[in-house]
């Protein structure tokens, strides 16, 4: 892994600026100094990095607009993650635009790499607020090399989550790990060498850290 | 399960810090990197930063203190002050900040509230609601709107004006007594109540709190989401720590891993 590059995708989305600085700081603390974290509009950086990383912040439909106002870009993913079989992290709106379709405001084709709605989150005690916003602990689904080591469960460490929308994959073993909110809502997702966290790892502090260093060093 | 967020609140004055932060050995106290940073470190849930700078033209500076402190801090922002524009939201987005607070805005032209969650999403949108009780002794209670730090009364009804900005898309609402902030008796604990039973949106307690009964009352009774505190913790009267073994105590569920 030295001297390996992460492509974070720049289609104009959120605060990708943050989301950077995390990715350096966990690959600093993971002793993987010679990673190379760069935040890029450019498909053919994109096409050519070790690892990719697509953020998201805001409205489906807008972040999928954005994205597909970037030349080449949808291309450069898929080449990066299907035909190369890179690590591919999606984060938040990024997660869910891995799925067939998303349902906020207007119906949207997504990318549909991971098969599922994104629909709203419908607690099943109505005095539960939405957007579901804020720290909650991850239940694990099923075992993955990106939570190794990380303390889960009821007692283990917190995450952030901020969103209204949440996406249901057609596939339930695609489903890596739910929180408990009225209801199971999907955390993380992943099938083969995609991933995707409905919670912000650059936000989420230790278990962040920890969990983005996990990806940098992921070998699916 | 989803805990209740403790959200220390800075005021930003041409990209400083004022109404000084006087805990702990801060090289610069008014520097806003170097507080968040210290809540931060303290377990702080979620920070925010108030701009109370008087001219639009200053707004650089407190872009660079976002953005240092987006760099600085791996937990989440909101900022709120003086945005009138859908470039506005977008600007400060960019430099960091993940949510961004809307006050005066909201009250001129509900529909920017709209355009925002729109463009953004629900989950970035913080509508700021500063009211002050205008109901007598023995009326239902009641509060109206204020405006420009509680200066300029609106004529709206603070319920109704939190049904319609959730309406409109505002993802949480931060409501502020006017009556209470500053006073350290307690947050307007029925103002936070009736407007967080109105809406299906998280509510921020904010204004009042003068000890740590006062976090617990907020959640309890005001049935917020989340607390929001200054002085308690600026002036080193309390830590986040502390109120937030103080609130798990008395049976809240509180993040205590950070």
């Known amino acids: 892994m030295n001297g390996q590059t992460v492509a974070i995708i720049d289609y104009g989305s959120g605060n990708l600026h943050s989301a ?8 600093r603390e993971a002793g993987l100094d010679s990673t190379r974290i760069l935040l890029t509009d450019d498909a053919d950086v994109v096409a050519n ?3 990719v990383v697509l953020p998201g912040v805001g409205a489906y439909a807008d972040c999928r607009r954005g994205l597909d106002a970037v030349s080449g870009m949808v291309e ?3 080449h990066t993650a299907h035909s190369r079989s890179r690590p591919f992290l999606g984060i938040c709106v990024g997660m869910q635009l891995l799925a067939t379709r998303g349902l906020e405001y207007a119906a949207t084709p997504g990318l549909d790499w991971i098969a599922g709605d994104v629909g709203p989150i419908v607690p099943s005690n109505p005095a539960l607020k939405v957007p579901h916003m804020g720290w909650n602990t991850l239940d694990v689904d099923r075992d993955h090399a990106l939570l190794a080591d990380i303390p889960l469960g009821p007692d283990g460490l917190h995450a952030y989550f901020v969103h209204s929308f949440a996406l249901t994959p057609r596939d339930p073993a695609d489903r890596v790990a739910h929180s408990d909110y009225g209801g199971p809502v999907t955390a993380m ?7 995707g966290t409905q919670f912000h790892p650059e936000k989420s502090q230790r278990l962040g850290l920890a969990f983005i260093a996990n ?5 699916p | 399960m989803l805990k ?3 959200i220390p609140c800075l005021d930003v004055k041409d990209g400083r810090v004022v109404k000084g932060v006087q805990f702990m ?6 520097d806003p990197v170097e507080a968040a940073k210290a809540y931060d470190a303290a377990g702080a849930d979620e920070l925010c930063f108030l701009d109370i700078t008087a001219s639009h033209e200053d707004r650089g500076t407190l872009l660079d203190a976002v953005s240092r402190t987006a760099e600085a801090c791996f937990m989440p922002l909101t900022v709120g002050g003086g945005i009138r524009t859908v470039a506005d939201i977008r600007t400060l987005l960019l430099a960091g900040a993940d949510k961004v607070s809307i006050n005066t805005a909201a009250v001129n032209d509900p529909d920017f509230v709209a355009r925002g969650a729109e463009k953004f999403g629900s989950q970035c949108i913080v509508v700021a609601i500063d009211a002050k009780r205008t109901s007598g002794p023995g009326e239902p209670a009641a509060w109206q709107i204020f405006t420009h730090g509680g200066r ?3 004529g709206l009804d603070a319920i109704a004006f939190a049904r319609m900005v959730t309406a409109r898309g505002a993802g949480e609402l931060l409501v502020t007594s006017m009556d209470r902030d500053g006073m350290r008796s307690g947050y307007d604990i029925a103002l936070t109540r009736a407007i967080s039973d109105a809406v299906s949106v998280p509510v921020i307690a904010s204004g009042g709190v003068g000890g740590l009964d006062d976090l617990v009352a907020g959640v309890r009774d005001g049935r917020a989401s989340a607390v929001l505190a200054a002085s308690i913790f600026h002036f080193g009267q309390h830590t986040v720590a502390e109120a937030k073994a103080h609130m798990a105590a008395a049976g809240l569920a509180m993040r205590l891993d950070a």
């Open chain 1, 20 to 27: 950077a600085k995390a990715f350096e700081r966990a690959a």
């Open chain 1, 49 to 51: 990095a070790d690892r």
């Open chain 1, 76 to 78: 450069a993913m898929a």
């Open chain 1, 189 to 195: 997702v992943a099938r083969n060498n995609i991933a």
């Open chain 1, 215 to 219: 990806f940098l060093r992921w070998r």
């Open chain 2, 4 to 6: 209740t967020r403790i």
């Open chain 2, 25 to 30: 050995a801060l090289r610069d106290a008014g």
């Open chain 2, 152 to 154: 300029n009364p609106t």
